[in-house]
Every structure is written in C-alpha cells, then in structure tokens.
C-alpha cells in the first residue's frame, strides 16, 4: 500500500501538481510535506491523491471501505527552521509508535533531503 501512495506523489510531481518533500506511510496515517505546483489547490490535489489511492488500495485490499477520512490537517511552513522541524517530527515518527528503534530502520519514508 505504501507503494500506492508514493507512486501516486511520483505521478503528481511529475506533473507538476506538487513537489514531494518528504512523506511517511504509517500504518494508520499519512504525514507529507509538500510545495504545491502553479495553479494548483490543496482541496485539488489532496482529492486527486486520495481518490486514486483509495481506489487502488481498495482493489489490493479487495474491500470498498473508505481509505482515507475525509479531512486532513494542514499546516502551512513559512521558515526554514520550521521545515527542518517537521521533517524530523515525520522521519522520528516510527521510533515514538515503537514500530522501529531508529529512525533510519522503517523502510516507507522518502524525502528530498538526506537525514544522519
């Protein structure tokens, strides 16, 4: 399922509808830290991804419950310090669900920028 979701961030990107950052499949929830492509909305872009995503999740689940709840929360990062907070809140997310020891250890994290 985590392949679903980032193949669908990779087709997003690579048309231009938003730029990856950073995101983090967890095993109940999505954390994801993108850059909006030109002309894009939020609203937009989260129901493109959600939809498409559920749909195939669904289909490898073979189920047709709702993936996704239906809102999501945003938060809008305007320093670059605070960029580098949040990306570490995600990538430390595993070791505080106690799914890992290190961070560095859950295999369904991808982000622009290396981490030690």
């Known amino acids: 399922m985590a392949h679903i979701v980032f193949d669908s961030l990779h087709w997003l990107e690579e048309n231009k509808r938003?730029?990856?950052?950073?995101?983090?499949?967890?095993?109940?929830?999505?954390?994801m830290v993108i850059q909006l492509g030109e002309n894009q909305t939020l609203?937009?872009?989260?129901?493109?991804?959600?939809?498409?995503?559920?749909k195939k999740i669904n289909k490898l689940r073979n189920q047709g419950?709702?993936?996704?709840?239906e809102q999501y929360y945003?938060?809008?990062i305007r320093k670059d310090e605070d960029l580098n907070e949040i990306i570490l809140y995600c990538?430390?997310?595993?070791?505080?669900?106690?799914l890992?020891?290190?961070?560095?250890?859950?295999?369904f994290w991808k982000c622009k920028f290396e981490l030690d």
């Open 91 to 98: 990538y430390e997310n595993p070791v505080r669900s106690g």
């Open 65 to 69: 419950k709702p993936v996704w709840q």
């Open 100 to 107: 890992v020891n290190q961070a560095k250890e859950y295999p």
């Open 18 to 31: 938003l730029e990856l950052i950073c995101c983090i499949v967890m095993p109940n929830h999505l954390h």
């Open 74 to 76: 945003e938060h809008c």
């Open 43 to 54: 609203s937009g872009v989260m129901n493109s991804f959600k939809g498409f995503t559920g």
